[in-house]
């Protein structure tokens, strides 16, 4: 009886032993898998390098501009012939060492000196250093042009009205801009942002959108 | 009976013992994050490849800052730095002209010192052109030549230098220019 009884247990012990040997060689199995964990590191690895290098190029953008265009003239006739130049604004900006001027077909206006002036009332435009609060050497744009004055007089000319009180060139969109030759970039392309303000669809002046199709034309000589 | 009881948990106990223990970290179910690292992955590998931007800042090529929002596409790109013209030839940018003082030599351009029409570039970018018509001829005008030119300069380049290259570009049938510039408007733009 006692033989019987403690073979019985000892069956059932087997039983259960065997279970959880069959359990532990699955779990064994299960994790006898492809190793992903170096595949990961790769990833990880490529994923934060693709992430430090892509805040660079969310911060561009592009200035679309277009050269003059030159058309051989037609015997017989003239600019002025057409009517659709008769009225044209023709507005351009020249960037000179002492200030902004603006002219166009009706008329040129006053040039728009420096907010501070060099000697012979040049405006400052080149790279400088200045200490900051932490007495480091900090490299800013020493820029002396007066864009606030620019802007003002650019949307004046585009919600111009004339005797009659209709605005006179607020379908213009195209500006000219020139420059003196060592006139550095950065004027240039911060004048091009005065020009142009902030580009709408419609670009009628009063969204803040004044001439938004820029032509850089040869240098002032 | 007790004891025989007694002695099969002994035993079981000893035999449960060789069991090898489960081992916790091995049920670590990574394949969630797997699937969104690799679909991040993808997604900045076909960001990287398109993106418009194939240059480095430094102190010799920072473009000026601009409000413009105009999305950066791809073109022919002229890099300007202080020390040279770099246009793109395949995957890498070769140097055509050396920058000295904000100029070039001379030498190097068609009509001398007063000369707008700097020879080698106008060489490397008619290339540029005839490339881009062959391709626009054999994808029927799928691929139009649109000749755009994408101009990376320094911020501190004079507008001669740059007038030459626009000019040089425009020469070489590329008249339509996009000038890269970094976003944000100047620190001093309000003035």
Redesign the interface.
């Known amino acids: 009886m ?1 033989s019987t ?2 073979r019985t ?2 069956a ?2 087997r039983a ?2 065997r279970r ?2 069959a359990e ?1 060689e699955e ?2 199995h ?2 006898g898998e492809i190793n ?2 170096p ?2 590191d790769i ?2 690895n ?2 934060m390098f ?2 430090a ?2 805040a ?12 003059p265009r030159y058309e051989e003239p037609i015997p017989g006739s003239s600019a002025s012939d057409d009517p659709s130049n008769k009225d044209a604004l023709n507005l351009t900006v020249g ?1 000179t060492d002492t200030g902004f001027t603006i002219g166009g077909s009706a008329a040129i206006l006053p040039k728009i000196p420096c ?1 501070t002036q060099l000697r012979q009332g040049r405006c400052p435009a ?2 400088a250093t200045k200490a900051n609060a932490k007495g480091e050497q900090v490299v ?2 020493m ?1 002396g ?4 004055k620019l802007e003002e007089k650019i949307k004046e000319i585009k919600l111009f009205k004339d005797a009659a009180g209709n605005y006179r060139f607020r379908n213009e969109r195209q500006a000219i801009i020139t ?8 004027v ?3 004048t ?2 005065t020009i ?1 303000g ?2 709408t669809a419609k670009c009628t002046g009063d969204d803040g959108c004044y001439f938004d199709q820029v032509i ?1 034309s ?2 002032v000589q | ?1 007790a004891s ?2 007694m ?2 948990k002994k ?2 106990r000893k ?2 013992k060789r ?5 916790d970290v ?2 670590l179910n ?1 394949t969630p ?2 699937d969104m ?2 679909i ?2 993808i997604f ?2 076909k ?2 490849s398109v ?3 194939n240059f480095t ?1 430094s102190e010799d090529l920072t473009p ?10 791809r073109a022919v790109q002229i890099t300007v730095t202080r020390k040279a013209i770099l246009v793109e030839a395949g995957d890498r940018e070769e140097q055509v002209a050396a920058v000295k003082r ?1 100029q070039v030599d001379s030498s190097v351009k068609k009509e001398g010192q007063s000369g ?1 029409e700097i020879t080698p570039l106008m060489a490397i970018l008619q290339k540029h052109a005839t490339r881009l018509k062959r391709i626009e001829q054999l994808t029927r005008g799928k691929q139009a030549f649109a000749g755009e030119v ?1 101009v990376v ?8 230098l ?2 030459e290259i ?2 040089t570009a ?1 020469q070489a049938e590329f ?17």
Do not use: C
């Open positions: 006692s009884a403690e247990a000892f059932k012990v259960r032993i959880h040997i532990a779990a064994e299960e994790g992903l964990v595949y990961l990833v990880v490529t994923v693709m992430l290098t892509s660079l190029s969310l911060a561009l953008a592009n200035v679309n501009v277009s050269a960037i907010r080149y790279l800013f744009w820029d042009y007066n864009y606030r420059a003196d030759q060592h006139i550095p970039y950065n240039v392309v911060r091009m942002d142009r902030g580009a850089l040869a240098g | 009976m025989v009881r002695r099969a035993q079981y035999l449960l069991v090898p223990e489960h081992d091995s049920h990574i994050m797997m690292m690799t991040l992955l900045f590998l960001d990287f993106s418009a931007d800042l000026p800052r601009s409000a413009s929002k105009v999305e950066p596409k904000g707008y994408v300069a320094d911020h501190a380049t004079p507008f001669r740059l007038s626009l000019y425009g008249g339509r220019y996009r000038l890269m510039v970094l976003q944000g408007a100047s620190p001093t733009a309000k003035n």
